[in-house]
């Protein structure tokens, strides 16, 4: 563990304070909204024939963009991680031996249970899981996005959703170069090269008539996502930059979320894909880089401070990982009897089915995320002490003088 005096506030001129090193618990709220949406999303009928059903389930698409949010998170994190780690021994090295202890093991974990242990006791015999079985490579080499945007089509979905681990996991691969070894302002315009670029990359990919699962799953066309957020953590170790950013992003979070919402309507007005499928990315990823900012700078004692720092928030956002990998199959074990006989309906409705599902799903699929942390992901995590992080200097001259 890193010691208190290198662990919380960056320097910028005339002596404020830019609270982006260390352990910051508001982020911790932050990944607990970002699983939140994802499981409101998986775990929402989609073919309810009510009308509080449909209108769930069309909120439902919203709620699959905490996808977006778990990468900006991303690639704030990891860039924080790496640019504090600049100058010290072994950066490299740690940086990825930290990286395995935390992602591995439960990855792995499941796909040895999709694709070896399902097999050798006779399950699964579904042909969209025989179809996945026979290019499980492509998962174990974590490419699993590639396979998929082949196919042009979601996989098995016991193992569809981990297209986002093989996009995190390969700009992993690239961008710990950019930031250990280019100065930092020359990783900032990698940053601004990378949301352009993708941008331009969807662009490309509608008008050639590329399918949604490229433009939605491939590194190329989602790198913005992750590079917003790793723009955040850059700017923010320049000096005088975290006071702007804190002081236009509440109206930059807004101006992106209503071009959000109009890439939408455009889309349905005619716009089709090039809004839906390439505008409307970019202004998520915005908008989320603008509420992270809001989040890391949320005053104590402020609302969102209060919320985002809440224990249950804060608790599911521990377990987040483990929700992600495990909840879906979850969902699908208890939607596939609904889908087979039907939504059941009480008093003419859906809902209470519907609060019986995710309250069923939440709760199973937080107990086995807990048991995985507590009994199978800790052990691995305690080994990161023979890895530690680094201390560059510079931070801690920085925190000392800013004390002094």
Known sequence: MA??????????????????????????????????????????????????????????????????????????????????????????????????????????????????????????????????????????????????????????????????????????????????????????????????????????????????????????????????????????????WWARLARHARAAALAAYLAFCASLALAGMGGGRLFDSGVSYTALAVMYAAMLVLAVGATPGSRLHRVLCGARLRAIGRYSYGLYVLHLAVARLLLAPLEARGVPTIWGSTLPAQLALWGAGFSLSLALAWASWRWYETPFLALKRYVPVGTPRRVVAARVEAEA
Do not use: K
């Open 3 to 240: 010691t208190a005096i290198s662990t919380r506030t960056d320097v910028s001129p005339g002596g404020a304070l830019a609270p982006v090193h260390g352990h910051i618990p508001a982020l911790d709220g932050l990944r607990g909204i970002a699983i939140l949406l994802v499981m409101y999303a998986h775990f929402t009928m989609p073919h309810a024939t009510t009308p509080s059903g449909q209108l769930l389930a069309g909120l439902s698409v919203f709620g699959l963009t905490g996808v977006d949010l778990f990468f900006v998170l991303s690639g704030f994190l990891i860039t924080g991680i790496l640019a504090d780690a600049r100058g010290t021994p072994n950066a490299w090295r740690n940086f990825y031996a930290r990286r395995v202890l935390r992602i591995f093991p439960l990855y792995y974990g499941y796909l040895a249970v999709v694709f070896l242990l399902l097999p050798a006791i006779g399950a699964a015999s579904a042909p969209a899981y025989r179809d996945v079985l026979a290019h499980q490579g492509w998962y174990w080499a974590y490419a699993g996005n590639v396979w998929q945007a082949r196919h042009g089509q979601d996989a098995w979905p016991f193992v569809n959703h981990f297209w986002t681990l093989a996009v995190e996991e390969q700009f992993y691969l690239v961008w710990p170069m950019v930031v250990l070894l280019l100065p930092r302002r020359g990783a900032i315009a990698a940053c601004a090269a990378m949301v352009l670029g993708a941008l331009l990359a969807r662009v490309v990919l509608v008008l050639d008539g590329g399918t949604s699962i490229a433009i939605h799953e491939l590194l190329p066309t989602r790198v913005d996502t992750l590079a917003m957020g790793a723009l955040v953590a850059l700017l923010a170790r320049e000096p005088g």
